[in-house]
């Protein structure tokens, strides 16, 4: 995926960029939910990780891996993930 303008942009013209109306899709059907973004098992166990590095919970299967954690930005296996 790319992007290309004829028009100055960026900081040294102090404007900016919007992507608006972006939708992704798969083979058969359009992604609309980002929990079908993941994959992977949700059987594979995972380690959790706040975006301070701090480790919150070790070995837990990754469909469970933020249950009962507060809303925010997780690292789950190595992925960002939002606890909504």
Same mark, same amino acid.
């Given at each position: 995926m790319g992007l290309? &303008? &004829? @028009?100055?942009?960026? @900081? @040294?013209y102090n404007t900016r960029l919007y992507i =608006?109306?972006?939708k992704l899709y798969s083979k058969d059907e359009i992604i609309d =939910?980002?929990?079908?973004?993941?994959?992977?098992?949700d059987t594979e166990n995972v380690d959790v990780y706040n975006l301070q590095g701090m480790k919150l919970r070790s070995n837990v299967p990754a469909g469970? @891996?933020?249950?009962?954690l507060s809303k925010g930005i997780y690292i789950v296996g190595n992925k960002k993930t939002i606890q909504h």
């Open positions: 290309e &303008t &004829t @028009a100055g942009v960026g @900081a @040294a =608006d109306q972006v =939910d980002i929990s079908g973004i993941l994959g992977g098992a469970q @891996a933020t249950s009962g």
